[in-house]
């Protein structure tokens, strides 16, 4: 801001006319300009505003002290005029955009509070809770629908737990697939059963049946053997089997799971 424009009239103006500390408007481009070209007249219209505006922010594109002005003006704050290219209300907006930054800045280097540590639950082995995973897969309740019934884990979580890829439980985790595991098995599963029996089935899990009268959750138990036709999906299979042969006719045949009817 050239110093023509400055009148001591209040602290910012005054101080910028002290050449000692402000050495740097004698290089101001506006110097010699006429004062109301940046000040503007009383009682000016807009439209006068801003044709005045455009040329002394032309004025102002090519001076070499505009950052100084600009950091200046919005410093102070000035609440008149053209200062370093912007006139009063874009100063405005860059003072508050210069704060927003210093904030974000500031923020940046604040500490982190501590993240308060969790308390440690001692985990259990996950054998038990993998083989009634693995088990309800059989016969087509999936990860999803199993979590779906439960207040803690997630589908992926009951999902690695069932593919053995975790070899730990939480209790909670593991008392609640215990309990919903007599429930599931009464229970007709899900519309995606198809997929999850076919899973089970690429797999070789073991079925319900196998764990009947064995200790599901001791990890040196060993699954029963079982028939075919002692499973679900075998008396199923039978019952077809029974039906079509009725329909034809035929009744009274023993049905065993991989031996030809007599
Ligand atoms: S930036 Fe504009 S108002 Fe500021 S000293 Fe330069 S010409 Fe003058």
Not at 141 to 169: C, E, F, Q, W, Y
Not at 173 to 196: C, F, H, K, W
């Amino acid at each position: 801001m050239t110093t023509r424009m400055i009148r001591p009239v209040d602290e910012g103006l005054v101080r910028l006319a002290d050449p000692s500390r402000w050495n740097w408007t004698t290089a101001a481009a506006c110097g010699g300009e006429d004062i109301d070209l940046f000040f503007g007249a009383d009682g000016e219209r807009q439209p006068e505003r801003e044709e005045r505006e455009q040329y002394a922010k032309e004025i102002c594109a090519d001076c070499p002290i505009r950052t100084e002005c600009l950091d200046y003006a919005i410093s102070v704050p000035e609440k008149y005029g053209i200062w370093g290219g912007l006139n009063e209300e874009e100063r405005d907006g860059e003072r508050r955009r210069r704060m927003r930054h210093v904030n974000r800045e500031s923020a940046k280097e604040q500490p982190k509070p501590a993240a308060k540590p969790k308390p440690k639950v001692a985990r259990i082995d996950s054998t038990g809770t993998q083989r009634r995973l693995r088990a309800l897969a059989v016969i087509g309740h999936g990860p999803n629908m199993i979590a779906a019934r439960m207040t803690v884990g997630s589908k992926s979580m009951l999902g690695s737990l069932r593919d053995h890829r975790v070899r730990t439980v939480l209790p909670e985790v593991a008392r609640q697939v215990a309990d919903l595991y007599p429930i599931l098995l009464e229970t007709e599963p899900g519309p995606l059963s198809t997929q999850v029996i076919a899973t089970a089935c690429r797999h070789g899990w073991r079925g319900p049946e196998a764990w009947e009268g064995v200790d599901i959750d001791d990890p040196n138990a060993a699954p029963r053997e079982v028939s075919v036709s002692e499973t679900r999906q075998g008396q199923e299979a039978i019952e077809q089997a029974r039906r079509l042969l009725a329909a034809a006719g035929i009744s009274d045949v023993d049905i065993v799971a991989g031996q030809p009817a007599a």
